[in-house]
């Protein structure tokens, strides 16, 4: 059958025919493909990532994990995988964990983190995975919302050298909650439940986990993913778009804490029985060469990896790339940001040596998993485009905000339903050139975007307007080179405050964001002025705070948007007051 050409993804007559074929019967598509990927119509993804490849091949390795430090290597077999996770099914069954129950999870990239991810699917419990870098006000919030009555940490993490004290931070977010802490540095130590030998069982339509992501609100989004559509959907897109062979070696340098994490480091690798390789460090720590040494060692063949990082380490010269050989590499990819196009000759070239296509892939935490990506045709790669969509996917493009006219791929939150109107909206700008390609431009809502990381500018002033000097707040992104954006906050402040009083006000701006969210959201500038632009309603004009934040000394505005201002003064004198912007 044409669905399953290997050419789906390279030869584009091939791509066109399977995609028209796909929109013109989408159900009898989607059909098609999960009775090929579950033919035991078993939707538990602990099942179909472990006992189904354990069986195949149990000495296989599932997992290569690589430390904060240069000594540090474990391998963890499928067999020994499925151990683990038993082990921890285990103790959250003896904790009263059942189907439907949720379990927070707030852990760096260890192996035992994906243990007790698939540990949580193996007894039907909705894991809520927080990223281990937030503060514990941000974990407190997520636990209490998420109505967890576990949560799974280890003691201690560490990276880039140092130590993340992950215990202590659990313990002082659920302070008086009713919610038990499950240790998983013990698991060896862990006996087994004959309970955790099965898996619950999962319909199609089962909630499988949840996780908290920014939109323009103050509050964090909580986006559900069901078991059948979100693992049908992620190993679907997965198996095409990296083209992956049986005997790939997948190293995806997300964390657990984002969607990227969950889709393409857990759950689809491990459901095509793949060996992965996970790091815990940073790409800098101890040197610039570790992921290029990780590469070598391990044999990597695919390598998934984020603007930011690759920004970043294309600015370190090719010193220390020059030692390790990286000819294993046969595709490339990276997610969570618009790319540059000096970064992407860098990959295409230094990286992949001009032989690795490059899955520039856009989607979010909403559509779980990949939308748009590149066909793998070497000749034919555009620097920075996301290129096509991927099978069953309808985009278009609407004042500028990309959008997906049908809501019916099986990826999509189970948060979005058709009553809302057929089309989704991405909040992302992009555009789309005469051969159908698309480019991601930028969020165009109050959302920034900082090494790839969500962050609602309204989340950011929620906390700087609760100190007493503070009158009123806006945050905004602006561009940086290696980061992509950074934040800038523009405040106002109840008195008038001297130099000495500014710096200390920053600084605990500063630090009250660390505290209250974690240092992801840490601003770069904080702005002093006397008024912020706002419409006669009241709304912050926040694309002229942009075009100041952003200009390099000549300010053009449209005259549409200084007419709307109700006190179009107050301008010159931000624009003064950007000078003294006080760096964090
Ligand atoms: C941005 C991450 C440009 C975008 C998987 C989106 C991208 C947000 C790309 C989702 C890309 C992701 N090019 N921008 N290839 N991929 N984005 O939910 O703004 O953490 O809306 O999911 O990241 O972030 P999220």
Redesign the pocket.
């Known amino acids: 059958m044409l669905f399953d050409h290997e050419l789906a993804w390279k030869d584009p007559s091939i791509y066109r025919e399977i995609y028209a074929n796909s929109i013109a019967s989408p159900e009898k598509f989607w059909e098609y493909h999960c009775s090929k990927l579950f033919p035991e119509q078993v939707f538990n993804a602990s099942f179909n990532c472990l006992d189904r490849n354990v069986k195949k091949n149990p000495n296989k390795t599932a997992i290569v994990w690589y430390g904060d430090e240069y000594c540090e290597r474990r391998e963890i077999t499928y067999i020994k995988l499925l151990e683990m996770t038993q082990k921890i099914a285990s103790e959250l069954i003896r904790r009263g964990i059942r189907k439907g129950d949720s379990v927070t999870i707030c852990m760096p990239m260890i192996p035992e983190s994906i243990a007790a991810m698939l540990a949580c699917c193996r007894v039907g419990a909705v894991h809520n995975v927080v990223f281990s870098g937030f503060s514990s006000a941000a974990l407190s919030e997520r636990i209490f919302r998420s109505s967890s009555k576990v949560v799974i940490t280890v003691t201690t993490s560490s990276r880039g050298g140092k130590i993340i004290p992950l215990l202590k931070n659990v313990l002082n977010a659920i302070n008086d909650m009713n919610v038990e802490v499950l240790l998983a540095d013990y698991v060896d130590d862990f006996s087994l439940d004959e309970r955790a030998i099965c898996y619950a069982d999962m319909k199609y339509n089962d909630t499988m986990f949840t996780l908290y992501?920014s939109g323009s609100t103050k509050e964090p989004k909580r986006i559900f993913h069901t078991c059948g559509g979100y693992q049908l959907y992620s190993a679907m897109t997965f198996k095409y778009i990296f083209d992956i062979k049986e005997d790939d070696v997948h190293f995806c340098t997300s964390d657990i804490g984002?969607?990227?994490g969950h889709?393409y480091i857990t759950y689809a690798p491990l459901f095509f029985g793949l060996k992965l390789v996970i790091f815990s460090g940073t790409p800098m720590y101890p040197n610039g060469g570790r992921y290029w040494e990780i590469i070598d060692d391990e044999k990597v063949t695919i390598l998934y990896s984020a603007?930011t990082a690759i920004r970043c380490l294309a600015s370190l010269g090719d010193e220390q790339l020059n030692r390790y050989n990286l000819s294993s590499l046969r595709v490339l990819g990276?997610?969570?940001?618009?790319?540059n196009e000096s970064a992407w000759q860098w990959y295409f070239e230094n990286i992949g040596k001009k032989r690795c296509p490059i899955m520039?892939?856009?989607?979010?935490?909403?559509?779980g998993g990949i939308i748009?990506a590149p066909l793998h045709n070497i000749e034919y790669q555009k620097p920075?485009f996301?290129s096509k969509p991927f099978f069953g996917i309808i985009p278009g493009i609407e004042n500028d905000e990309l959008i997906i006219k049908n809501k019916n791929w099986p990826g999509l939150s189970s948060n979005f339903s058709k009553n809302d109107g057929e089309i989704y909206h991405?909040?992302?700008k992009a555009m789309i050139d005469n051969d159908g390609d698309f480019r991601?431009?930028?969020?165009i809502d109050d959302?920034v975007?900082i090494c790839?990381?969500?962050l609602g500018t309204s989340e950011v002033e929620s906390v700087v307007n609760t100190l007493g000097e503070i009158e009123e707040s806006a945050a905004i992104g602006i561009p940086h080179r290696i980061k992509g954006q950074v934040l800038c906050i523009f405040v106002t402040t109840t008195t008038d405050l001297t130099d000495e009083q500014k710096k200390s006000v920053t600084e605990e701006i500063s630090s009250r964001i660390r505290q209250d969210i974690g240092a992801i959201a840490k601003p770069d500038r904080v702005v002093f002025i006397h008024e912020l632009p706002k419409t006669r309603s009241g709304k912050i004009k926040r694309n002229i705070l942009k075009a100041i934040g952003e200009s390099k000394g000549v300010i053009s505005y449209n005259g549409k948007d200084l007419d709307s201002v109700i006190n179009p003064a107050c301008i010159k004198d931000i624009e003064k007051s950007i000078k003294y912007a006080i760096r964090v």
């Open positions: 992501t984002w969607i990227t889709s603007p990276c997610v969570g940001e618009p790319m520039d892939t856009w989607w979010q935490t909403e559509t748009l920075c996301a991405t909040g992302d991601i431009l930028g969020r959302v975007n790839g990381h969500r």
